[in-house]
């Protein structure tokens, strides 16, 4: 209701000023000698300044952002590859940036050099074959050797070797949270369907198949520093988009089929925290949060916790209410670091079997011969079964 109020009063306000000005002509009507429609040497000249004054004002606050907001931009890449992405993404920006200074300054130079006249007539110019191949074939030129270059990067980060030793792990996406699986032993990960997800499966791996034995399911993601770590993403319900913004890496997750991405972490987590700057980032941003601290206690609040690094996995497809909130912490650990901390994990098979022992009840607590309950249970079973048959059938 308030803001149909607000819409309304904004509508009339709108409408007064329109009378207002409308009023405002009608007073001048007559007073001035100059009522021409047509354009005189005196409002080419003002409206050639103007101009001037708007191409300042675009290099001024170009050069105000770059000096103002450049520090928030990703610093060092945390993956081999990421070298690779951010010297293509910095010769792509030294390109825009020199074309747009030169043709900006151009066409507002232009602009006033030639503005009306009344001594000045205009020339008849039909074309020019000379020119048109100039600014037809440099940009092609210089556009396809960076396409090319982009492509080569491309296939250079995508390429998976078959035989090449990696780190295997399923990112599992849905509303709104990311799962990790990893393959355990044998480095293969079990097949999955979501039609199979129950209890505390709930990523439907399918536990009829071997590779599924040793799998471990988690919801903090632990990589090894230098070992290459391919990823296998699924989602659960709708698009979402894995993106590892400090190593530089970003792949959908596609409802019903699986993509993938692999990257070598180059600094674990500790090293990355000890790199300068980011010690400046993080002491910034606690200098914010204790000023905000003192503030928060003076009302009765409770002051913010000091802020410290750490790697992150983003959802970056507007995937839902809670988007901005699906995130997973990553933590790059040394190879050893990383095998202790795998090894301290259960597997799925194993936390599907303690949920089972843990939903049935304790042996001796049924009446002995309560066949009823034997029979629920004999009619459970025969349920679980067919049920997982269907599964299977519906998979094909
Ligand atoms: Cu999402």
Redesign the pocket.
């Given at each position: 209701m308030t803001s149909l109020l607000v819409i309304i009063v904004l509508v009339l306000l709108a409408v007064a000023l329109w009378q207002l000005t409308k009023i405002f002509d009608l007073t001048q009507v007559g007073s001035s000698s100059d009522d021409s429609q047509v354009a005189s040497d005196n409002d080419n000249n003002v409206q050639g300044y103007i101009m001037f004054g708007f191409l300042a004002f675009i290099y001024i606050f170009t050069i105000y952002g770059l000096l103002k907001w450049g520090n928030l931009a990703l610093h060092t890449p945390a993956s081999e590859h990421g070298l690779l992405v951010d010297n293509l993404m910095n010769i792509t920006w030294v390109l825009i940036f020199t074309v747009q200074v030169i043709t900006q300054g151009l066409l507002y130079w232009f602009s006033f050099k030639y503005k009306g006249n009344k001594d000045k007539k205009a020339l008849f110019f039909a074309d020019s074959n000379k020119l048109e191949a100039i600014w037809s074939i440099i940009p092609s030129v210089v556009l396809a050797i960076l396409i090319l270059y982009g492509l080569y990067a491309w296939n250079n980060i995508m390429f998976v070797d078959k035989d090449e030793d990696v780190v295997e792990i399923e990112l599992y996406?849905q509303?709104?949270k990311w799962t990790a699986r990893y393959a355990g032993n044998d480095n293969t990960l079990g097949k999955a369907n979501v039609r199979l997800i129950e209890g505390v499966n709930t990523l439907g791996v399918d536990m009829s198949d071997k590779n599924s034995e040793d799998d471990i399911v988690v919801t903090e993601l632990h990589i090894p520093k230098g070992k290459k770590v391919h990823f296998k993403m699924r989602s659960q319900d709708?698009l979402?988009?894995a993106y590892f913004p400090h190593f530089r890496a970003q792949m959908n997750c596609v409802p019903g089929m699986v993509t993938e991405f692999a990257f070598v972490p180059t600094y674990t987590t500790a090293e990355y925290r000890e790199l300068d700057f980011m010690k400046e980032k993080v002491a910034h941003i606690n200098k914010l949060r204790a000023e905000k601290s003192v503030e928060l206690v003076a009302k009765g609040g409770t002051a913010l916790d000091p802020y410290t690094f750490d790697y992150l996995l983003l959802?970056n497809?507007i995937?839902?209410a809670s988007?901005y909130n699906?995130q997973m912490k990553v933590v790059v650990d040394t190879p050893e670091d990383y095998k202790k901390w795998l090894s301290e994990k259960t597997t799925l098979a194993q936390d599907i079997a303690a949920a089972k022992a843990a939903e049935k009840p304790a042996e001796g607590t049924a009446p002995a011969g309560d066949s009823s309950s034997k029979v629920i249970d004999t009619v459970k079973a025969v349920v679980d079964t067919v049920k997982a048959a269907v599964a299977k059938v519906a998979m094909k």
């Open positions: 996406a509303q709104f709708v979402h988009s959802c497809k995937c839902g988007h699906m």
